[in-house]
C-alpha cells in the first residue's frame, strides 16, 4: 500500500539538505519538514482524535528519534512551552500545570495512535536524515558520545556506568561509521541493505569466524527480519571493489570517526605519529593472491601480505589514522606522502617516528620537506659502522650524515643527524638513528638529554601492541582475493578504533587525567559489539 516510503524518506533528506548546516539544531530542522504530498503521514492523519494536534505529536517524534530520547527525556524536553509552540504545539491545552503532554500520552500515542507504517516510517527517515546530517558535519543525534561528569561513583556504580556508557557510545558510532562503508551494490531489488552486511563483518570480526559458518551462527542470532546475508553473498559484494577504493573508505569512515570524537575531546596540540608496515602471515597459494611476498627472516612464516598504516602514538592517546594495502612495488617515499597527508587531515603531526624499512634518502627528503621533525632507525651500513667504532662514550653524535640517493626529478642529499645510543635489548650494543631532533654529545649532560630523546623511540612501540589488538579484531579467512583481505582488514582497523574512542570518552566522563590503561577491555568492548550492536 505504502511503496512510496522510500521516495517520501529520500524527499525528506532532500529537505535536510536544504535545511542543514554545521550549526543548525534540532528544532529549527524538524520544524522545517514540509509532510505534504506524504502518504504515510496524510493517511496517519485520518481519524486522529487525540487531545494534541497530529502534526506536532509527528514532529515531537521526529525530535525523540533524531536525539536518541526516551519517552521522559521528550517530555521533559517538551516542557518548555516557546520550545512546545515552536513544534506546533498549543500550550494553552496543555494539562493544569501548563506542562507538556505527560509521558503516558506520549507513549500511548506512539503505542496506539500512530499506525504500524508511520512509526516505520518516521524511523527509518530519521536514520536516513542523521546520516545527510553528519556528511554535513552536524552533531545531531551524538548526544550519547558526550562525556559525563561522572568522576565520584563507586566502584560498584562506575563499572555499571562504564558497560553501559561503553554500549550507547559503540551504537552511536556505528550509526555515523557504517554509512561511510558502500559495497556499491543496486538500489532497488535487494533483500538486505548494506548495514546487514556491515553488522555481519562485525560479528566475524569479533568472534574470528569464517564468512560461511559465521553468517550461519549470526543468522540463528540476529533480530533483523530478513535474517542475514550468506557468506557468499557478503564475499561476492566485497570482491567487487578494489583494494586503493576500500583503503579510501576506510580512511573516511576513520576520519567520521575523529569528527565525532573531536567533538567532546579535542586534540589541540602536536602529536607524535609512527608509519609502520604490518605483516600477516599468508598459507594459501601464492599464485592465485598477488599481494603474496616473502616475509622477513624474522618472522615464523614464509609468506606475507603487507599493510601501511599511520597512527597516533601519543603517551594518552593511541589511534590508526589511516592505511594502506602494499600491492607490487610502491617508492617508500610516495607512501610516506600519502600517509602523512592522511595524518595532516585530522592532527598536528608533532615527530614521525619509523623503523629502518624506511631508512632512506627518498623517505628524509619527504618528511623534512613537509616540515616535520623525524627520528627513524638507523639500518647498519659500512659509514655507520666505523661511526659506532669512532665513538669516544655511549652516546655518539654527527651532526652531518651525508646520505645520497635517487628519487623522482633526479638526485637527491640528506644531512641528517646520525645519533648512536645503547642497547635497551643487547648490553654492549649500539642502536642508530637518523634524526633532525636538537640533539648533541658535546658534554656529559648533553649526552644524557641525547639518551633521553632517543627514548622517545619506545613510543613507537606502541605500534606494534596496536597491530597484535587490530588482529584480534581481524576476521579469519582463507579467501586468495586482494579485496576480501584488504576489506577485513580495514574493518578489523575501524573496530579497533571504534574500541579506543569508547574507551577515551568513557575516561573523560570519569575524569581520569593519565589515561594510561583501558578502562574498557578490548573483551569488554567485543562482548559489547558482539550481543548490542550487529543484533539489530
Not at 661511526?387 to 644531512?415: A, C, K, L, R, Y
Request: glycine share 8%; net charge negative.
Amino acid at each position: 500500500m505504502f511503496k512510496c516510503c522510500s521516495d517520501h524518506s529520500s524527499r525528506l533528506e532532500r529537505q535536510t539538505e536544504e535545511l542543514i548546516h554545521e550549526d543548525t539544531d534540532l528544532l529549527t530542522m524538524v520544524r522545517g519538514f514540509d509532510f505534504s504530498e506524504t502518504g504515510v503521514y496524510e493517511a496517519g492523519k485520518t481519524g486522529w482524535n487525540g487531545r494534541y494536534g497530529y502534526e506536532p505529536m509527528v514532529r515531537a517524534f521526529y525530535c525523540k528519534e533524531l536525539a536518541g530520547f526516551t519517552t521522559t527525556e521528550l517530555h521533559d524536553y517538551l516542557i518548555d512551552a516557546e520550545r512546545a509552540r515552536t513544534l506546533g504545539f498549543d500550550p494553552d491545552q496543555f494539562a493544569g500545570n501548563k506542562t507538556a503532554p505527560s509521558r503516558t500520552t506520549l507513549g500511548r500515542a506512539w503505542r496506539d495512535r500512530f499506525p504500524n507504517h508511520l512509526q516505520a516510517f518516521i524511523r527509518t527517515s530519521a536514520e536516513r536524515i542523521l546520516a545527510v546530517a553528519h556528511e554535513m558535519g552536524n552533531p545531531l543525534g551524538l548526544r550519547t558520545l558526550e562525556p559525563e561528569d561522572k568522576s565520584d561513583l563507586s566502584t560498584r556504580s562506575e563499572q555499571r556506568y562504564i558497560t553501559g556508557k561503553a554500549k550507547d557510545v559503540t551504537e552511536a558510532l556505528c550509526q555515523i561509521v557504517f554509512p561511510a562503508i558502500d559495497l556499491d551494490r543496486p538500489d532497488d531489488g535487494t533483500r538486505y541493505d548494506d548495514t546487514a552486511f556491515l553488522d555481519l563483518q562485525s560479528y566475524l570480526g569479533l568472534t574470528g569466524t569464517a564468512a560461511n559458518q559465521g553468517s550461519r551462527i549470526f543468522d540463528e542470532e540476529t533480530t533483523r527480519e530478513n535474517g542475514s546475508p550468506d557468506g557468499d553473498t557478503h564475499l561476492h559484494y566485497i570482491k567487487q571493489l578494489e583494494a586503493m577504493e576500500i583503503a579510501s573508505m576506510v580512511n573516511g569512515a576513520i576520519g567520521t570517526m575523529m569528527w565525532a570524537a573531536e567533538r567532546y575531546y579535542s586534540i589541540d596540540r602536536h602529536v607524535d605519529v609512527a608509519i609502520d608496515i604490518t605483516y600477516i602471515a599468508y598459507y594459501g597459494d601464492r599464485e592465485e593472491f598477488q599481494m603474496s611476498t616473502g616475509a622477513p627472516p624474522s618472522k615464523s612464516y614464509s609468506w606475507c601480505y603487507k599493510m601501511a598504516t599511520v597512527s597516533i602514538v601519543d603517551e594518552e592517546v593511541k589511534f590508526t589514522l589511516g592505511m594502506r594495502p602494499l600491492r607490487g612495488y610502491i617508492p617508500r617515499r610516495v607512501l610516506v606522502e600519502q600517509l602523512l597527508e592522511i595524518a595532516s587531515d585530522h592532527v598536528l603531526i608533532g615527530t614521525v617516528y619509523a623503523d629502518a624499512e624506511f631508512d632512506g634518502v627518498g623517505v628524509i627528503d619527504a618528511v623534512e620537506e613537509a616540515g616535520l621533525f623525524y627520528l627513524i632507525r638507523k639500518s647498519s651500513d659500512d659509514p655507520v659502522k666505523r661511526f659506532v667504532q669512532d665513538m669516544d662514550h655511549d652516546v655518539g653524535v654527527n651532526q652531518n650524515h651525508e646520505m645520497e640517493g635517487t628519487i623522482p626529478g633526479g638526485n637527491v642529499t640528506v644531512t641528517p643527524t646520525l645519533v648512536g645510543v645503547p642497547s635497551d635489548r643487547k648490553k654492549g650494543a649500539t642502536v642508530t638513528f637518523v634524526t633532525n631532533l636538537s640533539v648533541s654529545d658535546a658534554t656529559k649532560k648533553a649526552r644524557g638529554r641525547t639518551r633521553r630523546v632517543m627514548r622517545r623511540y619506545a613510543r613507537r612501540w606502541g605500534i606494534e601492541n596496536s597491530y597484535k589488538s587490530i588482529k584480534d579484531f581481524l576476521a579469519w579467512t582463507t579467501s586468495r582475493n586482494t579485496a576480501v583481505r584488504v576489506f577485513y582488514f580495514g574493518f578489523a582497523v575501524i573496530l579497533y578504533d571504534m574500541w579506543l574512542v569508547v574507551d577515551l570518552l568513557v575516561q573523560v566522563s570519569l575524569d581520569i587525567e593519565r589515561r594510561l590503561k583501558p578502562r574498557v577491555p578490548a573483551r569488554t568492548f567485543l562482548n559489547i559489539v558482539r550481543k548490542e550492536v550487529p543484533v539489530t
